[in-house]
């Protein structure tokens, strides 16, 4: 399972990818709204984000386990976003195999992880091997869900502010090795 801000790019505090200004990110929005009728989505990517060595480090832990890449990011809510994280993934030699859905308000993106893993696969979460990376907290899960994974068992949460790292990729590759 695969978020982007703070996992691909580190972010700043104002949530925004570190080294990219505000007027960048206006820049972007207003040409999606502007050409998203022609073209459907929009490639264009800030400078900051998709950094190489993070997508080195996420291709390592495909290449070393053979793991799938399921996007749980919201990039995954806008044919735009979600274009963009496939054409960046691509240049890589990687590629998106699913998405998990939007449970909607009350719910967690954990709920969200684990409904997909226990629709996708029919299995008790159990027998499932997974990882998911994100800089949010996903321990937390709703009422309603299965509650939230497991630091060391199934997620592994990124500081926002560096992205995935070198220590992050080992302990992934572990966790998916078993």
């Given amino acids: ?25 206006i820049l972007r929005t207003e040409e999606e709204e502007e050409h998203w009728e022609e073209a459907g989505y929009s490639t264009r990517v800030l400078p900051s984000e998709f950094v190489e060595e993070k ?27 979600r274009k963009a994280v496939e054409i960046e993934l691509g ?21 969200e992880i684990w409904e997909f893993v226990e629709g996708e696969t029919g299995k008790d979460e159990l027998e499932v091997v997974f990882v998911a990376l994100d800089d949010d907290d996903l321990t937390l899960g709703s009422a309603e869900g299965k509650g939230g994974l497991s630091p060391g068992v199934n997620f592994i949460r990124t500081d926002k502010r560096v992205g995935l790292t070198e220590d992050d990729a080992k302990r992934a590759i572990e966790l998916l090795k078993g």
């Avoid at 399972?1 to 990110?25: A, R, W």
């Avoid at 890589?92 to 909607?104: D, E, N, P, Q």
């Fill in 1 to 25: 399972m695969l978020d982007v801000d703070g996992v691909l790019h580190p972010l700043n505090d104002k949530h925004f990818p570190d080294g990219s200004t505000i007027d960048e990110v």
């Fill in 55 to 81: 997508l080195g480090l996420l291709r390592r832990i495909v290449t070393d386990t053979g793991a799938a890449i399921v996007l749980s990011s919201t990039w995954r809510q806008q044919a735009c976003s």
């Fill in 91 to 111: 240049k890589v030699g990687l590629g998106i195999v699913a998405m998990t859905g939007s449970l909607g308000a009350g719910f967690y993106r954990s709920d």
